[in-house]
């Protein structure tokens, strides 16, 4: 969220991607850190 907070979307993508979230929900995890990353979705 700090990453976030600061404009900083690929640190927060790549946070969502190591997240135990992302080992959760799997493929979308993925799909959702490159709209984070890239801001198109």
Request: proline share 0%; net charge neutral; charged share 20%.
């Amino acid at each position: 969220l700090q990453a976030m907070h600061f404009a900083n979307y690929a640190a927060a993508a790549q946070g969502m991607r190591t997240s135990l979230w992302a080992s959760q929900v799997g493929d979308r995890a993925e799909r959702l850190a490159k709209i984070m990353e890239t801001g198109e979705g």
